[in-house]
């Protein structure tokens, strides 16, 4: 069983989170059953960009990261507070934990510049948020990463995108790193989505 933490930042995006949780929900019930996601965060409870309250089912004192194969992370709202635990030096520690044994790592939308902000996307290929009014791509060339103007960039065993509607796409390549094509086709076609 591959084992994915989905790492929670107070402030993220509930419909960013859910996009790994259906996928890989999916998965371990009409898949090939051999993943399994589990969600962490700082606190016992957590609070949503558009303020819904979630209960992650483990907080980070009651992980051992060696236990995982692969991280994902949603993005979420500065004015949600994302960057209060996106930014903390534990939470950054996780990513290069991750990075430093090259298990995947999936985020989606802003959750880049956490990796940004931890050092792995120095001189790698990477994207963020890309609305014309944002400035998040400038901020994201600030921790060295080489900004791509596309919607995903996979760069060896990292994956990036540029906002919330690739959330699915992102998903969906993260079950390809650790199960295989044969099985994403399947998840997509019992899901609904075109293939």
């Known amino acids: 069983m591959k084992k994915i933490l989905l790492l929670l930042a107070d402030g993220f995006e509930a419909v960013e989170a859910s996009m790994f949780t259906d996928v890989f929900g999916w998965n371990k019930w009409e898949g090939d059953g051999s993943t399994e996601l589990v969600t962490v965060g700082f606190r016992k409870k957590l609070k949503c960009t558009w303020n819904f309250t979630i209960i992650p089912e483990k907080v980070i004192s009651e992980i051992n990261l060696e236990e995982f194969d692969a991280l994902a992370i949603p993005g979420g709202f500065e004015e949600a507070g994302f960057y209060n635990d996106a930014f903390d030096e534990r939470f950054l520690e996780i990513i290069r934990y991750f990075h430093s044994g090259q298990k995947p790592i999936a985020s989606i939308c802003v959750a ?3 990796l940004g902000k931890s050092g792995i ?3 790698r290929k990477a994207t963020t948020y890309s609305h014309p009014t944002s400035h998040r791509k400038e901020q994201l060339k600030t921790f060295g990463a080489n900004v791509q103007n ?6 060896g065993h990292i994956i990036t995108s540029s906002n919330p509607a690739t959330g699915f796409d992102v998903a969906f390549l993260l079950l390809e790193k650790l199960t295989s094509e044969k099985n994403v086709k399947r998840i997509k076609e019992l899901m609904g989505f075109e293939i």
């Open 121 to 123: 996307l120095y001189n």
């Open 112 to 114: 880049s510049l956490t």
């Open 150 to 155: 596309v919607p995903i960039v996979q760069d």
